[in-house]
Nanobody, 123 residues
């Protein structure tokens, strides 16, 4: 059974940092692309970041490009989203997703999704 479990969310003040983790089990992570999405109340789900299976290609949304970093450790079977200089508008539930195809992950078409972790940034 394939399972993705996010962790690392919480409550932080504006300007703070968090590292989200996505632990993958049930399949090889080394041949899967990873994506991070977020959704705030009343807003559409939006892509935050994506990375190819062996980290050859990465993508960051313009809103986070100078502040966030995506990475994956295939040996540990864990993906990460490093978030710095957090802003109140970053408040959302963050989801990780994986798929064999990087382009599918990037547009929200990944085959597998985690349950999400809440990130709240106070003013």
């Amino acid at each position: 059974q394939v399972k993705l479990v996010e962790s690392g969310g919480g409550l932080v003040q504006a300007g703070g940092s968090l590292r989200l983790s996505c632990a993958v089990s049930g399949l090889l992570f080394s041949d899967r692309a990873l994506g991070w999405f977020r959704q705030a109340p009343g807003k559409e789900r939006e892509v935050v970041a994506a990375i190819s299976d062996n980290s050859e290609v990465t993508y960051l949304a313009d809103s986070v490009k100078d502040r966030f970093t995506i990475s994956k450790d295939n040996t540990k079977r864990t993906g990460y989203l490093h978030m710095n200089s957090l802003k109140p508008e970053d408040t959302a539930v963050y989801y990780c997703t994986i798929d064999e195809v990087y382009t599918k992950v990037k547009v929200g078409g990944g085959r597998y999704w985690g349950q999400g972790t809440q990130v709240t940034v106070s003013s």
